[in-house]
């Protein structure tokens, strides 16, 4: 049980988004923006800097939910198995690990992203820009995954409910769906 | 010096914000609705508390000074009564429920999972409301956002507390949202 009260029929960060629309909005643009937005890294590396911060972070929600997304998105499972055990040996580039060892640096403390894991991404090809939508990348899911853990929502253990997730986020993306989620009562119950 | 070329010389979070328009928005609406908003039972002073609790925290430099200048601000209080607030908020004159708030904060700074079920009782023990409850968790969460991205991308922050101090005021003032950075 929630330690609020949420709607039954929405696990996850979907309830919270759904309880208090008004700072919803904000983090759903600003995630839109950083996972879909134009942007030099694919929405499938960015889905899997999500995965590796919520993995890090234990949220089991997150990293079911975005780990589908960057599956979907890559076309493939093998990466993100990967590189959720070891960034050094994932089939990523060498620019994609440096940004990941970045990401979850960020992850332990802002104060943990050294000059060093800064210069072997920038050695390896990564753009300012690239290194700063990383950093917020994964400060963003340090905020989204204590907020889905530290309200004690319900995790689905259904795969089936993470695979329409995904389509959701990969086809529809981040904002709020226009009809809103009502439809979802007859597709879940917990 | 900053990780990145921020193309400007701001402090702390502005340097990254100005870099970066389209992000700056967002998390200046975010800031404006939970901190600064009148539609919530926790006062601006309370909120900005949380704020700047969680920050020191997490080391942060820039964001314990920013927000705890902004709590003294609202409460007329003086740096030193922020500072023990820091050091030890269960020994500080503040409300029981301010106190479970910010022990829910506390925990969330550690990790979602921290905040146990106990936490939450005593919250509601001293009268917390899920709003109350739920605003705590996300300004927690927010600010564990705010503060890798100030640190990650090694920003600097002016050492002078009392600068903090002095620009409060114009800050609650005119507010987050569409914020003039370079102001």
Redesign the interface.
């Given at each position: 049980m929630p330690y609020i009260t949420l709607e039954s029929h929405l696990p996850g960060i979907t309830g919270l988004l759904e309880y208090r629309k008004d700072s919803a909005q904000p983090i759903r643009e600003l995630t839109q923006f950083l996972l879909r937005g134009p942007s030099s890294l694919s929405e499938g590396e960015r889905e899997l800097i999500a995965s590796i911060v919520s993995s890090g972070n234990e949220c089991r929600f997150c990293t079911t939910a975005h780990t589908a997304a960057a599956n979907m998105l890559l076309g493939e499972n093998e990466t993100s198995d990967k590189a959720l055990k070891d960034i050094a040996t994932a089939p990523v580039s060498d620019k994609m690990k440096a940004l990941l060892v970045i990401a979850a640096k960020v992850r332990e403390s802002g104060k943990s992203v050294t000059n060093e894991v800064i210069a072997a991404a920038k050695a390896a090809g990564a753009t300012d820009i690239e290194i700063h939508d990383t950093v917020l990348i994964a400060a963003l899911f340090c905020l989204y995954n204590r907020y889905v853990d530290g309200l004690d929502t319900f995790t689905p253990t259904d795969p089936q409910y993470y695979e329409n997730l995904a389509d959701r986020i990969v086809h529809h993306g981040y904002t709020r769906l226009p009809e809103g989620y009502d439809h979802l009562k007859k597709t879940i119950s917990s | 010096m900053a990780?990145?070329?921020l193309n400007n010389d701001l402090p702390g979070i502005r340097g990254?914000m100005a870099?970066?328009p389209?992000?700056a928005?967002?998390?200046n609406?975010?800031a404006e609705?939970?901190l600064r908003?009148d539609n919530n039972t926790l006062s601006r002073g309370d909120r900005e508390l949380i704020g700047a609790y969680v920050s020191y925290l997490?080391?942060?430099f820039f964001c314990q000074n920013v927000h705890g200048a902004m709590a003294q601000h609202y409460m007329q209080c003086d740096m030193h009564f922020i500072d023990g607030i820091k050091q030890d908020f269960t020994a500080a004159a503040i409300s029981d429920k301010m106190k479970s708030l910010l022990a829910?904060a506390a925990?969330?700074q550690k990790?979602?999972?921290h905040?146990t079920?106990a936490l939450?009782d005593q919250a509601k023990e001293q009268e917390a409301t899920?709003?109350e409850?739920?605003?705590t968790?996300?300004i927690?969460?927010?600010f564990?956002?705010?503060?890798?991205?100030?640190?990650?991308?090694?920003t600097f922050a002016p050492q002078d507390r009392q600068l903090y101090v002095n620009r409060a005021p114009q800050r609650a003032e005119e507010g987050y949202a569409g914020l003039d950075l370079y102001k």
């Open positions: - | 990780h990145i070329n990254p870099y970066r389209e992000t928005k967002p998390l609406e975010l609705i939970l908003d997490n080391d942060c829910i925990a969330v990790g979602g999972k905040v079920a939450i899920d709003t409850i739920h605003d968790v996300l927690a969460a927010a564990c956002m705010f503060n890798r991205y100030v640190d990650g991308l090694g």
